[in-house]
Every structure is written in C-alpha cells, then in structure tokens.
C-alpha cells in the first residue's frame, strides 16, 4: 500500500488553504510545475481526482473534501512528534516579534504547543509593526520576526501568502454615501498603500474615515459601521465579514508575510520558524 507522503499533503493544503495552485507554489517554495506534478502524484496514490477544473481555476472534488481533515490530523501527528523530538534537550532563550494579525489568530496555538515540547526554552513575545520589528530583527533585538513582505530578503525562512479582502460589519455600513469611508492603519502599512492604489485606479472616491495605530482602532470603527477596512480573514470574526460584491469594490491584491530570522539565531529559533511556515497558513 502507497503511504501518504508528508510533503504531498503539505502542497495539498497550500492549495486549498491558498485557492490556487501557484499560491500553493509560493507556499511550499516550488514551482508551479512541481507542485501540479505533486498533486498528480498524489492522485495516483489515493486513486481517485482531487482537483477538478472550477471556473478559471481548479476546486476540489468530493475525493479531495474528504482528504482535507485527514490532512490536517496527519500532519498535526507529525508536528507533534517532531516538536516532542527536537525539544527534548534544546535549552535557551528566543525573542519573537510578530504582527498583531497573526499575534491574535494562529501564532498562540502554536506557540503554546512549542512551549510544550520545549520547556527548558524561554520565549519573549513582542508584537508591534513590520517596519519596526524589522528594525528589532536587523539590531539583534530579535531572534525571529513575522512581517509584512515587501521585498525579498536573504533572512527569509518561510513564506505566508493572504488575499486580501474588503472587510466590513456584519450589518453593513451606517449611511450609504459617495465616498467610500476607510478605517486604515497609519502610515507606512501595506494593507494602506494596496488599497488606496486599488482605489485610485478604480477611479473611486474614498475618504479616510478612521486612522489607528492598532487593529483594535481598527476593529472599532469597521464594528459601529462607519468605515470599511482592507484586511486578510484573520480579521474576519466578531460582527466583521467580507464585504459585499454591492459594494463594487476593487479587488486587492495578495498580502505576503515573511518569516524571518537574526543572524544570531540559534537551532530552537530555527525550529520554531519552521513550526510557524507550516502552521501559520489559514485552514480553508
């Protein structure tokens, strides 16, 4: 009997957590090619379609709903060994900086369970802006950094890719009017910057409604429903949904995050990073 291999499922999962295949590509590192020969591979050991052609793209069949959680499981037992394996004598200390969008969903999970494997490793958490974690990383402040991508940079250890989304309360804006009403971070901010571009070039009109330092001021003003805010589905829960097509909004483009690691970093860092590009991606 054919096993299922770990890798295959991981560029199974980048597919669907990502939508299409060469989001899968940039998650996984390969390229577009590879990762279609992947998923043929894998086809041929399950022996049934796991994709099917989906409008401009590909969706998954029955077959590959039903691999989804099976996935998941595998791999959650593979990081559990793996994380009880390498833990067992690492000792030390890591400093962590991370964006608050993934300082509230997805990181804490898994911070807790390296916590657990690794008890003899201290970990100092510090969650702030990319451009300033940044900073902290290239000072030697930090150990490993998740940060908004801008660029390629030689200190990457793993890639996280997001739609965008327009994002809105769940009841909708307060007052319909001419100019779309914002809620944006403060300058510098890629989700600012993507988003006044698409607007801009959409030739639509925009006011900014809400400025915030933090997502919290953020999640305030889109809640009440005075403005609406570009943002990845990490920020969608509590009363915030995406936004609706009635809208006519302009698509955003896709938000990259970086995993990065100091110069210094030792080997706990190293695993932790790679703990976090395998499990910070978004389950579908």
């Given at each position: 009997?054919?096993?299922?291999?770990?890798?295959?499922?991981?560029?199974?999962?980048?597919?669907?957590?990502?939508?299409?295949?060469?989001?899968?590509?940039?998650?996984?590192?390969?390229?577009?090619?590879?990762?279609?020969?992947?998923?043929?591979?894998?086809?041929?050991?399950?022996?049934?379609?796991?994709?099917?052609?989906?409008?401009?793209?590909?969706?998954?069949?029955?077959?590959?709903?039903?691999?989804?959680?099976?996935?998941?499981?595998?791999?959650?037992?593979?990081?559990?060994?793996?994380?009880a394996l390498k833990g067992a004598r690492a000792g030390g200390r890591i400093a962590i900086g991370t964006t608050q969008d993934f300082a509230d969903h997805g990181l804490p999970d898994l911070l807790r369970a390296f916590?657990?494997?690794?008890?003899?490793?201290?970990?100092?958490?510090?969650?702030?802006?990319?451009?300033?974690?940044?900073?902290?990383?290239?000072?030697?402040?930090?150990?490993?950094?998740?940060?908004?991508?801008?660029?390629?940079?030689?200190?990457?250890?793993?890639?996280?890719?997001?739609?965008?989304?327009?994002?809105?309360?769940?009841?909708?804006?307060?007052?319909?009017?001419?100019?779309?009403?914002?809620?944006?971070?403060?300058?510098?901010?890629?989700?600012?910057?993507?988003?006044?571009?698409?607007?801009?070039?959409?030739?639509?009109?925009?006011?900014?409604?809400?400025?915030?330092?933090?997502?919290?001021?953020?999640?305030?003003?889109?809640?009440?429903?005075?403005?609406?805010?570009?943002?990845?589905?990490?920020?969608?829960?509590?009363?915030?949904?995406?936004?609706?097509?009635?809208?006519?909004?302009?698509?955003?483009?896709?938000?990259?995050?970086?995993?990065?690691?100091?110069?210094?970093?030792?080997?706990?860092?190293?695993?932790?990073?790679?703990?976090?590009?395998?499990?910070?991606?978004?389950?579908?």
């Amino acid at each position: 009997m054919d096993t299922l291999d770990p890798d295959l499922l991981k560029t199974f999962l980048a597919f669907v957590d990502g939508g299409s295949l060469v989001r899968a590509a940039s998650a996984v590192g390969r390229s577009p090619s590879a990762v279609t020969a992947q998923m043929q591979r894998l086809e041929e050991i399950v022996g049934e379609p796991l994709l099917s052609p989906q409008g401009r793209g590909r969706g998954l069949t029955p077959a590959g709903e039903d691999l989804v959680g099976h996935a998941r499981r595998i791999l959650a037992v593979h990081t559990e060994a793996w994380l009880a394996l390498k833990g067992a004598r690492a000792g030390g200390r890591i400093a962590i900086g991370t964006t608050q969008d993934f300082a509230d969903h997805g990181l804490p999970d898994l911070l807790r369970a390296f916590a657990a494997s690794h008890p003899r490793v201290r970990i100092e958490l510090r969650v702030g802006r990319s451009l300033e974690l940044g900073s902290a990383l290239q000072a030697g402040q930090l150990d490993l950094a998740v940060t908004m991508r801008h660029a390629p940079s030689p200190d990457e250890a793993g890639l996280i890719s997001e739609p965008m989304l327009w994002l809105c309360s769940q009841k909708g804006l307060a007052a319909r009017e001419e100019e779309l009403p914002l809620a944006l971070l403060d300058p510098y901010c890629g989700f600012r910057e993507a988003a006044l571009n698409a607007l801009d070039a959409a030739g639509r009109r925009y006011r900014i409604a809400a400025g915030s330092a933090s997502l919290a001021g953020l999640r305030s003003a889109v809640n009440a429903g005075i403005a609406l805010t570009p943002r990845t589905r990490r920020l969608a829960h509590s009363g915030i949904v995406e936004a609706s097509p009635d809208l006519n909004l302009p698509p955003l483009p896709v938000a990259e995050f970086a995993i990065r690691l100091g110069r210094e970093a030792a080997r706990p860092a190293r695993d932790l990073a790679e703990l976090l590009g395998s499990g910070l991606a978004l389950p579908s």
